[in-house]
């Protein structure tokens, strides 16, 4: 078992930056893939980012390509997500989710621990 707790969320205007944070407990978690979502209001939740358990390999919604970074601390237990350039468009409840996946879990379903959200705000 996992679980998971999101912080680092806020305010930012357009253009700023926010990095955050999943920190997760449970044994399993060095074996885990990480996933990033969010869903914003009315909206189906949608990928944002992932990284495999090594940290090895990371894949990225064409959305974020470029604006965000997905790393983790294996000591600390804990994954993040560096996001660039803000947008109002990425303004949104965020969501780490974690599962033993075999490839890099772009999809929602696909994962079946999930933490309780951090609000991400981006004004104009």
């Known amino acids: 078992q996992v679980q998971l707790a999101e912080s680092g969320g806020g305010l930012v205007q357009a253009g700023g930056s926010l990095r955050l944070s999943c920190a997760a407990s449970?044994?399993?978690?060095?074996?885990?893939?990480i996933g990033w979502f969010r869903q914003a209001p009315g909206r189906e939740r949608e990928f944002v980012a992932a990284?495999?358990?090594?940290?090895?390999?990371?894949s990225y919604a064409e959305s974020m390509e470029g604006r965000s970074t997905i790393s983790k601390d294996d000591a600390k237990k804990t994954v993040y997500l560096q996001m660039n350039s803000l947008k109002p468009e990425d303004t949104a409840v965020y969501y780490c989710?974690?599962?033993?996946?075999?490839?890099?879990?772009?999809?929602?379903?696909?994962?079946?621990?999930w933490g309780q959200g951090t609000q991400v705000s981006v004004s104009s």
């Open positions: 989710a974690a599962d033993s996946l075999a490839n890099m879990g772009t999809r929602a379903f696909e994962y079946n621990y």
């Open positions: 449970g044994r399993a978690f060095d074996y885990y893939t």
């Open positions: 990284i495999s358990w090594s940290g090895g390999r990371t």
